[in-house]
């Protein structure tokens, strides 16, 4: 009798409704931290923002960064959802339409190797890129480069995007498949950041420093719609190699007593160029409008000067021949090789223009003779600004022939020697005063490496990148160096360019729903059964206790 004593009492502890409660949320538990908080991380990468920047009170890009969504393709119609795309599915689409439709986030996959990539190719990825880059949303944009593992999780993803023939089939494939949750690290608050830039100045006296000034200027910063990827090798990392190397030239002639030019030169490395010339207009504000320097004859900006094609000089208006400007593009012209081309091209200023279009209108608005070289014809060509400019896109050849004929011309100008054409052998002038080694390949190669081949985004700290310029800058200088902080106007700017994304693997709700029914009836069964199976054994262990007895 203690046996069936005991067995009454398990089966009426096993009926209690405190028991089913506490079995029900146990086993919901385990289910929801199984499927959700103790999932092991499929995929963990490196993500690249769309650019986010305020400028004259106008929003662009992205404003938003956390991602914690289901990821989805094109043909979901998941709400809470980060779309994970290739890149060529967007091609011909209005992403402005597309990103409003209640997605959370949005993923693209760009090619792993931007730099082998056929010129087709090349032509409608530039396209996407122009899109983003005038795209203004609230969706959290991000793009990442082609791997293996993201790969297959883009198929998975699609695969369960798509629709079966069936709603029974459609559940099922629901019911088996998995789904992946995509999360960000970063969790600050605001990401609006001031940026800590700088002018890099270096000088090279003449023997008078009341001498009229020659001012050499290019822009260090690089920028495109996706800034962590704006490698910028063209532009313009080519425009401040060669001012170092023209620095390095010249250094030369300032160092000898006996050819010493009568003019005196400035470098000028300016900060947020991308930004409407920030770092020029710092340096106009400083020392022109406080008349500090007021003997300024000739501004030379060098913008993108690494390609094939004319190098061009573009002004505010065209030049009489006798100013500085038009007779320091005659020089130009002069010192070309007869298979590279000079031209000029004038386009007047917009005032009324958000951004400047080239560096030289910010000089040209105080009244300053100033113009851009540059290979680009149009200051709106989107190779200014895309993640496409990388460093093998700079032809080093053309790059040191471009420094040849800007310094052959300079190196006229500021020792003010008579303008004759000269005979050339391998595009080098014989009448020139540079000999073939002034410029030096090696160098330049290694200042492209230096200053060409990172992200230098003005919203990202570059600290590194102004101690490695002016200590460059001193070594040709002589010390007459100077780092002036340049504090940014009328732009806001914004952090978190890169982040890291976690793809969780995970089971999608209507199969935890499935899981809660099935246990739901199993608990149910079970309470229900019980008293069958109580009278059951009762049944049995009463004949066995008669046959006993």
């Known amino acids: 009798m203690g046996i069936a004593k005991m067995l009454d009492e398990f089966l009426d502890e096993l009926r209690s409704p405190v028991v089913f409660i506490y079995v029900s949320m146990l086993l919901t538990w385990c289910m929801a931290s199984s499927s959700q908080l103790g999932d092991s991380v499929e995929l963990e990468f490196k993500a690249y923002r769309l650019q986010q920047y305020d400028i004259v009170g106008t929003p662009h890009g992205s404003r938003s960064w956390q991602v914690i969504y289901e990821a989805v393709s094109l043909d979901s119609t998941v709400l809470r959802r980060c779309l994970v795309v290739n890149w060529r599915d967007l091609l011909g689409r209005d992403l402005q339409a597309l990103f409003n439709q209640a997605f959370g986030a949005v993923l693209i996959v760009l090619p792993a190797n931007l730099d082998t990539l056929t010129p087709s190719t090349k032509t409608k990825l530039a396209s996407l890129e122009k899109d983003l880059l005038y795209l203004n949303t609230d969706v959290a944009v991000y793009v990442v480069q082609q791997q293996p593992e993201l790969q297959a999780l883009v198929a998975e ?5 798509k629709r079966s023939p069936t709603a029974v089939q459609q559940l099922l494939n629901a019911i088996s498949a998995n789904i992946f949750q995509f999360s960000s690290s970063a969790s600050v608050s605001n990401n609006i950041v001031v940026p800590k830039s700088a002018n890099v100045i270096g000088h090279l006296w003449s023997t008078d420093r009341n001498s009229p000034l020659v001012v050499v200027v290019a822009h260090y910063d690089s920028h495109s ?9 063209d532009a ?4 401040v190699t060669a001012l ?3 620095l390095a030239i010249f250094s030369r002639f300032y160092s000898s007593n006996t050819m010493k030019p009568k ?9 947020g160029g991308k930004f409407n010339y920030q770092g020029s207009r710092q340096w106009l504000e400083e020392h022109i409008d406080k008349q500090s320097e007021t003997n300024v004859e000739l501004v030379l900006c060098l913008d993108s000067v690494g390609k094939d094609g004319s190098l061009i000089a573009h002004v505010s208006k065209m030049p009489a021949d006798t100013s500085p400007v038009g007779r320091f593009f005659l020089l130009l012209k002069d010192a ?10 004038s386009k007047k200023i917009n005032l009324n223009a958000d951004v400047l279009a080239w560096e030289h209108e910010r000089f040209s608005i105080q009244r300053l003779p100033a113009l851009t070289l540059s290979h680009f014809k149009s200051h709106t060509d989107s190779g200014r600004n895309s993640f496409l400019d990388t460093l093998s896109q700079v032809d080093m050849e053309v790059l040191e022939t471009n420094v040849r004929t800007i310094g052959e ?10 303008n004759s054409k000269c005979a050339r052998e391998e595009n080098v002038s014989t009448c020139s005063i540079m000999t073939p080694g002034d410029v030096n390949r090696k160098r330049l190669s290694n200042w492209m490496r230096r200053f060409g081949s990172k992200s230098r985004s003005l919203a990202a700290n570059n600290d590194w990148l102004v101690s490695n310029l002016r200590d460059t800058v001193i070594r040709y200088t002589s010390g007459q160096t100077v780092v002036e902080p340049v504090s940014v106007a009328e732009v806001s700017l914004y952090g978190i360019l890169e982040d890291r994304l976690t793809a969780h693997r995970a089971k999608p709700a209507i199969f935890e729903l499935l899981l809660a029914a099935i246990i739901a009836l199993y608990l149910s069964a079970l309470y229900f059964v019980a008293p069958v199976l109580q009278t059951s054994v009762e049944a049995v262990l009463v004949k066995l206790l008669l046959v006993n007895s």
């Open 244 to 246: 170092l190397e023209l």
């Open 225 to 233: 719609a996706v800034p962590g990827l704006a490698i910028g090798a």
């Open 336 to 345: 070309a090789p007869p298979n590279r081309s000079v031209e000029i091209v």
């Open 236 to 239: 313009n990392g080519s425009g």
């Open 409 to 418: 011309a300079l190196l006229v100008y500021v020792l003010n020697l008579p």
């Open 157 to 161: 993803v699609t695969a369960f995007s």
């Open 263 to 271: 003019y005196n030169m400035m470098f000028l490395l300016t900060a």
